[in-house]
Nanobody, 117 residues
Framework: QVQLVESGGGLVQAGGSLRLSCAAS????????MGWYRQAPGKQRELVAS???????YSVDSVKGRFTISRDNAKNTVYLQMNSLKPEDTAVYYC???????????WGQGTQVTVSS
């Protein structure tokens, strides 16, 4: 079973930046579409951005122009660069592989992002 370890979260003021990392164990990382999700208190987990094995990128409208997803297959790692952060970006952020629109692996512990106004 693949293990996912997210890191890089923290407390930042509005307008600030953070770079999240997600390291995956195993040898199948490079073949999978990877996504970053977030879950705010009292809300459902939502997909924020994804990147295919070939590098095609998708992001939700609320983060376009602010968040950038990237991956390093040699390191089995996917990143999320978050700029111009807003208080509404406050959430626990998770990564996972995506297959047919669904998460594929067990969830990691996530990394908390808190944006103060």
């Amino acid at each position: 079973q693949v293990q996912l370890v997210e890191s890089g979260g923290g407390l930042v003021q509005a307008g600030g930046s953070l770079r999240l990392s997600c390291a995956a164990s195993g040898s199948t990382f490079r073949f999978n579409t990877m996504g970053w999700y977030r879950q705010a208190p009292g809300k459902q987990r939502e997909l924020v951005a994804s990147i295919t094995s070939g590098g095609s990128i998708y992001s939700v409208d609320s983060v376009k122009g602010r968040f950038t997803i990237s991956r390093d297959n040699a390191k089995n790692t996917v990143y999320l660069q978050m700029n111009s952060l807003k208080p509404e970006d406050t959430a626990v952020y998770y990564c996972n592989a995506i297959v047919l629109g669904r998460s594929r692996w067990s969830w990691g512990q996530g990394t908390q992002v808190t944006v103060s106004s």
